[in-house]
């Protein structure tokens, strides 16, 4: 099967990267949701923990459970809230106030403009008397930005609204709150001394979708996607290869046959512009569920190693690329 390389003095590059923003270890939170943004969950937890963090995000009570012995706190991100030691929960709506355990340990998200979770400014003043009726315990108050990626200013409008709900947070009395909005993308762009946390995940992978402008660190890929060798044959000139027979040799060729296919989690994209790898060798005809054919003997070969130019290929984010590589392709640190 194709394998994965991770490369762990990177990640360690990109987290003292980001250390020098923030100030602090504890003050960055590893997202690890996805398996850990496909480099795998409890690999890079292991990692996370070498490295002195003590604060992870992911997305379910599952994943959370996995990844508990190498972390002091836990948020989970889209799940009802329970009572546990390590975990806080986040509430997304009013509903999950009313679905959640007594004696919970939470993080409130509002909708500072992005329309996709969290109550919405209106309804601080009832979510907070809810919070406070079912016996919650509020840990945070948390807000996403839509467009911390993109060049413009709407990022501060989202900043100063967030503001806004800090200060009817305070006026009703809450204390020891910790405020957190960051992702990679604005912590790229906005100082994060100030930060309790920031929550970050893309940019310590090594990526950033922001425009150059904004690629104040220096950030080096994690992830590299390797294939390995099935057979080998020669092509006569005119043969062709694959499913439909969509390559033709345009001369007598040796080509060889690699594990890695779209049960992989690799992405099948179109034969009219093949995928060129690492090497810059182009993928000859169709993938397969379990095969790609390339022009090439050797035994191993780097898919890629670069998951922004990867996936700009791909016509695809960095994010989507890695996310959907099978978490059973065996992940090797190097
Ligand atoms: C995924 C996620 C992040 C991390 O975003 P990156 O762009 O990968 O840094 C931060 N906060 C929330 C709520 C998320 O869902």
């Given at each position: 099967?194709?394998?994965?390389?991770?490369?762990?003095?990177?990640?360690?590059?990109?987290l003292?990267?980001?250390?020098?923003?923030?100030?602090?270890?504890?003050?960055?939170?590893?997202?690890?949701?996805?398996?850990?943004?496909?480099?795998g969950?409890?690999?890079?937890?292991?990692?996370?923990?070498?490295?002195?963090?003590?604060?992870?995000?992911?997305?379910?009570?599952?994943e959370?459970?996995?990844?508990?012995?190498?972390?002091?706190?836990i948020?989970?991100?889209?799940?009802?809230?329970?009572?546990?030691t390590?975990?806080?929960?986040?509430?997304?709506s009013?509903?999950?106030?009313?679905?959640?355990?007594?004696?919970s340990?939470?993080?409130?998200?509002?909708d500072?403009g992005?329309?996709?979770?969290g109550?919405?400014?209106?309804?601080?003043?009832?979510?907070?008397?809810?919070?406070?009726?079912k016996?919650?315990?509020?840990?945070?108050?948390?807000?996403?930005n839509r467009?911390?990626?993109?060049?413009?200013?709407?990022?501060?409008?989202?900043?100063?609204?967030?503001?806004?709900?800090?200060?009817?947070?305070?006026?009703?009395?809450?204390?020891?709150?910790r405020?957190?909005?960051?992702?990679?993308?604005?912590?790229?762009?906005?100082?994060?001394?100030?930060?309790?946390?920031?929550?970050?995940?893309?940019?310590?992978y090594?990526?950033?979708e922001?425009?150059?402008?904004y690629k104040?660190?220096?950030?080096?890929?994690?992830?590299?996607?390797?294939?390995?060798?099935?057979?080998?044959?020669?092509?006569k000139?005119?043969?062709?290869?694959?499913?439909?027979?969509?390559?033709?040799?345009?001369?007598?060729?040796?080509?060889?046959?690699?594990?890695?296919g779209?049960?992989?989690?690799?992405?099948?994209?179109?034969d009219f512009?093949?995928?060129?790898?690492?090497?810059?060798?182009?993928?000859?005809?169709?993938?397969?569920?379990?095969?790609?054919?390339?022009?090439?003997?050797?035994?191993?070969?780097?898919?890629?190693?670069?998951?922004?130019?990867?996936g700009?290929?791909l016509?695809?984010?960095?994010?989507?690329?890695?996310?959907?590589?099978?978490?059973?392709?065996k992940?090797?640190v190097?």
């Amino acid at each position: 099967m194709a394998f994965i390389k991770i490369n762990k003095e990177n990640f360690f590059h990109n987290l003292s990267q980001f250390l020098t923003k923030t100030g602090s270890k504890e003050s960055i939170g590893i997202v690890l949701k996805d398996n850990a943004y496909g480099h795998g969950l409890e690999l890079m937890a292991q990692l996370s923990k070498e490295f002195g963090l003590t604060q992870a995000v992911v997305r379910t009570f599952n994943e959370a459970q996995i990844i508990k012995p190498y972390f002091k706190h836990i948020l989970v991100l889209g799940e009802r809230a329970i009572c546990d030691t390590v975990c806080s929960f986040t509430l997304n709506s009013l509903e999950d106030i009313s679905k959640a355990e007594k004696g919970s340990i939470v993080e409130l998200k509002v909708d500072t403009g992005m329309h996709r979770n969290g109550i919405s400014m209106d309804e601080l003043e009832i979510a907070l008397k809810e919070i406070k009726n079912k016996g919650l315990i509020l840990k945070g108050v948390m807000t996403h930005n839509r467009s911390a990626d993109e060049l413009s200013s709407e990022l501060f409008w989202q900043q100063k609204r967030f503001e806004i709900v800090k200060s009817v947070i305070i006026l009703h009395g809450f204390k020891n709150i910790r405020y957190h909005s960051f992702n990679s993308a604005t912590s790229l762009r906005l100082p994060c001394n100030h930060q309790e946390m920031i929550r970050l995940g893309i940019g310590a992978y090594g990526y950033s979708e922001l425009p150059t402008l904004y690629k104040t660190l220096k950030l080096k890929p994690v992830l590299s996607l390797w294939a390995k060798k099935v057979a080998t044959r020669t092509l006569k000139k005119g043969e062709r290869v694959g499913y439909g027979g969509q390559f033709e040799a345009p001369k007598e060729m040796t080509v060889s046959t690699y594990d890695l296919g779209y049960g992989d989690g690799w992405m099948r994209s179109n034969d009219f512009e093949p995928f060129v790898t690492a090497e810059g060798l182009p993928l000859l005809g169709r993938v397969s569920m379990d095969y790609i054919i390339l022009e090439s003997t050797k035994e191993e070969i780097c898919i890629f190693d670069d998951a922004l130019s990867a996936g700009k290929q791909l016509k695809t984010i960095s994010y989507e690329l890695m996310t959907q590589l099978h978490k059973d392709i065996k992940r090797v640190v190097i």
